[in-house]
């Protein structure tokens, strides 16, 4: 009999409709992949080489030339930093004194500026921002041409597609990359949570990203504590030599044999699924909703792309702008417990990316119950 860590700590477990958010763990590995960490933690192999075999077996599946685990997205994003500025000195990063680092400079949209970017500000490095994030003047090409210096290390882009939480203002991925090209600067990738479609683990980089960033426990379904860095071989040779386990800014994020093995077992999974029945899926149970709260208080709406941009279908409980905070309480208080996260300023998010099918019936009956408690709106 299997182990009630949760119920021994007295800690609630909740049905997550929210979405691949990391204050409720991300999502939820496989069954596959949980026995895949299981079997790495039974054995001693040497890291480096783990590292050698499951990062070519990464780079091939995401039909990338190189492939890198992290212990995290964040995490990504620091030593894919530091990467790039110890090829701006063609040094190790290790050998560089502050005063090296402080000169170095990463562009960045000011569109783009967000609590993450807190992994570049930690190195040390200027952040040079271009643009604003609105559209009165449109960025263009000659903004970031402009900003470019001989202490330029990258250029750093937040991708995500219109319709996701990032406001308009930047200049456009194609466009940022076409001058990154020209002046010889690589480009780094913040693509964390855009997952889905599958094709962006090999499409921004084959447009010409040196590096691109994916969380490794949203989408991907792996562990929550993992990152996954696709690009280009002679940017991720520095990335190589910069992150763990390497001694220096590497050695503060060491990842055991269990993320990186259980990370691989996860894309081998995600690059096989049919994500056209995903997707039907995810539509079927939003209909199902829609049919089951028509005429009343409640209603449900379709929300495509979701809230993060993904192409995939969400829905959103209508409640009224009065009831959000009342029926997010009563959820998340009930038995079982179900969360979810406000959307727009009279609903709430059911998104089917964390869900299933026996999860969907326990969340109609939940919101059948509290929806007698809603005055009409």
């Not at 964040?74 to 790039?84: D, F, Y």
């Not at 084959?206 to 690009?231: M, N, W, Y």
């Not at 990370?263 to 829609?290: G, H, M, P």
Request: hydrophobic share 40%; net charge neutral; proline share 5%.
């Amino acid at each position: 009999m299997s182990r009630d860590i949760y119920g021994e700590l007295g800690v609630r477990k909740i049905i997550n409709a929210a979405g691949t958010y990391t204050s409720v763990g991300g999502s939820r590995m496989s069954e596959r992949t949980i026995e895949a960490m299981g079997e790495a933690a039974r054995s001693h192999v040497v890291i480096k080489e783990l590292q050698a075999k499951a990062h070519e077996r990464l780079a091939e599946l995401t039909r990338n030339e190189s492939a890198f685990v992290t212990n995290g997205a964040a995490c990504a994003l620091h030593v894919t930093g530091a990467a790039a500025i110890a090829r701006h000195y063609a040094r190790p990063h290790a050998s560089l004194t502050p005063d090296q680092i402080a000169k170095c400079e990463i562009i960045i949209h000011r569109a783009h500026r967000n609590p993450y970017d807190w992994s570049l500000r930690l190195l040390g490095a200027k952040l040079v921002e271009i643009g604003f994030p609105n559209t009165i003047l449109p960025t263009i090409a000659e903004d970031l041409e402009l900003a470019i210096t001989e202490n330029t290390a990258a250029i750093y882009y937040f991708f995500m597609p219109q319709g996701g939480w990032m406001p308009q203002g930047a200049l456009s991925f194609e466009e940022t990359l076409d001058v990154a090209k020209r002046r010889g600067l690589p480009v780094i990738v913040d693509a964390a949570a855009q997952l889905p479609p599958k094709e962006n683990l090999w499409r921004l980089t084959g447009l010409g990203a040196s590096a691109c960033i994916f969380s490794g426990g949203k989408d991907l379904r792996g562990p929550q504590a993992s990152g996954l860095v696709v690009g280009k071989r002679d940017f991720m040779d520095w990335l190589g030599k910069t992150a763990f386990p390497t001694y220096g800014v590497g050695r503060m994020f060491k990842l055991g044999r269990e993320e990186i093995v259980g990370l691989l077992s996860a894309v081998e999974e995600y690059v096989a699924q049919a994500e056209t029945t995903r997707n039907a899926w995810c539509e079927e149970q939003i209909k199902k909703l829609q049919e089951a709260f028509g005429g009343g208080v409640l209603s449900i709406e379709r929300l495509f792309p979701n809230e993060a941009g993904q192409p995939m279908a969400a829905a959103v409980a209508k409640v009224g702008a009065t009831n959000v905070s009342f029926v997010l309480k009563r959820l998340i208080e009930g038995d079982p417990a179900v969360y979810s996260a406000p959307w727009g300023n009279d609903g709430l998010l059911i998104n089917p990316m964390t869900l299933r099918d026996d999860e969907f019936s326990v969340i109609t009956a939940r919101l059948k119950e509290i929806e007698k408690e809603l005055p009409h709106r």
